[in-house]
């Protein structure tokens, strides 16, 4: 399969993947659905392994070459994350103003 310019190392650390599916929709017809998830490893033989953005981590689904999917882009930086996680820590709380 084709990794389309990320390394195995990259998609095993967890890259960010938008995969289409076509679904089946209440009014009758079908149409091209995006979700995205976070790679957790790959697998020559069958492909990659996706945990899809608000699904339990026994729900991971195999993406292949048969499957029409891109990378998306990395919403945080890989450090951004911990500065928003600590931003404030060791900092007093704001006291309301006096009045």
């Known amino acids: 399969m084709d990794l389309r310019g ?6 095993e650390a967890g890259a ?9 929709q ?7 659905v995006a979700y995205l998830g ?11 392994r996706v945990l899809f953005d608000g699904y339990d981590e026994s729900e ?11 990378w998306a882009p990395d919403l945080l930086g890989p450090f951004d ?6 931003r404030g820590v060791g900092r007093p709380k ?6």
Request: no cysteine; aromatic share 8%.
């Open 81 to 86: 994350a911990v500065r928003l996680k600590l």
């Open 38 to 48: 976070t790679t957790s490893a790959y697998s020559a033989a069958e492909g990659l």
């Open 94 to 99: 704001p006291q309301p103003a006096a009045g």
């Open 16 to 24: 960010r993947i938008r995969v289409w599916y076509e679904e089946e």
């Open 6 to 11: 990320k390394t195995v190392r990259e998609v």
């Open 60 to 70: 991971q689904e195999v993406v292949d070459a048969a499957d029409e999917w891109e």
């Open 26 to 32: 209440d009014g009758g017809g079908k149409a091209r």
